[in-house]
């Protein structure tokens, strides 16, 4: 599956953005989806998954509270709602797919297989 990010952009902080990540080339039923970032001079790190029925979600701590993923699979789209942003969830924002863990999805990165380009958020002070 192809996956492709979009509905990043700049923010003052407070603000919120919406993400989406759109799937193509096959079905995304069947696939966790997890969000993950990576900001200047870190290492990418895990935001959020759901499971491919959307029954199951998970969290970071950095953002549980705030952010929110969901899926629509009939429109092929897993969103990821980002409210009360802070300059330090500046980062470029991934989404991923994975097919083969058994429910829950995985926070562990190397459980994904297929990944987007990246879409860049930017919260200002």
């Known amino acids: 599956v192809q996956l492709v990010e979009y509905g990043g952009g700049f923010v003052q902080a407070g603000g919120s953005l919406r993400l989406s990540c759109v799937a193509s080339g096959r079905s995304l039923y069947s696939y966790h989806i997890g969000w993950f970032r990576q900001a200047p001079g870190k290492e990418r790190e895990f935001v959020a998954a759901?499971?491919?029925?959307?029954?199951?979600?998970k969290y970071s701590e950095s953002v549980k509270g705030r952010f929110t993923i969901s899926r629509d699979n009939a429109k092929n789209t897993v969103f990821l709602q980002m409210n009360s942003l802070r300059p330090e969830d500046t980062a470029v924002y991934y989404c991923?797919?994975?097919?083969?863990?058994?429910?829950?999805?995985?926070?562990?990165?190397?459980?994904?297989?297929?990944w987007g380009q990246g879409t860049q958020v930017t919260v200002s002070s």
């Open positions: 759901i499971s491919w029925s959307g029954s199951s979600t």
């Open positions: 991923a797919g994975d097919i083969h863990t058994v429910p829950p999805p995985a926070a562990d990165e190397s459980k994904y297989e297929s």
